[in-house]
């Protein structure tokens, strides 16, 4: 098979932040090295910080970088979105699953993440 007759698949994640209401749309694409992204969504902090993924691809080496060293992080942070903010940890996972660093397999299994606010006394988990 030629490299011109090889079809590019695309890795999809769907993330609602129930706190703020927004949903948005994650995808992927692994293309000679690098990643690149399309981000859609309700909030528009969200829209700048996708069209400044978009702007090029990233290498899937560099996704694998400490968080504040990792481009996604701080295009993240370039774009004002607040640290409690779901969507840079789902663009980072959506990265990870098109690279082949995390198993599309588990995904399948295990489709979601969870945050969960557990009222309390702070005791022993």
């Keep these: 098979m030629l490299k011109s007759d090889m079809i590019l698949m695309t890795t999809l994640f769907i993330l609602d932040s129930n706190l703020c209401n927004h949903k948005s749309r994650v995808a992927a694409i692994f293309n000679a090295g690098s990643i690149s992204f399309t981000v859609e969504s309700s909030c528009p902090l969200v829209n700048d910080f996708g069209k400044s993924l978009s702007s090029s691809p990233i290498k899937l080496r560099e996704i694998t970088r400490k968080i504040c060293e990792n481009p996604i ?37 295990f489709p979601s993440q969870c945050i969960t606010y557990e009222k309390g006394d702070g005791g022993e988990y």
């Excluded at 992080?73 to 409690?84: G, M």
């Design 73 to 109: 992080y701080i295009k993240a942070t370039e774009n004002n979105l607040h640290p409690n903010c779901i969507v840079p940890c789902g663009v980072a996972m959506c990265a990870w699953a098109e690279g082949g660093m995390v198993s599309k397999r588990l995904l399948e299994k």
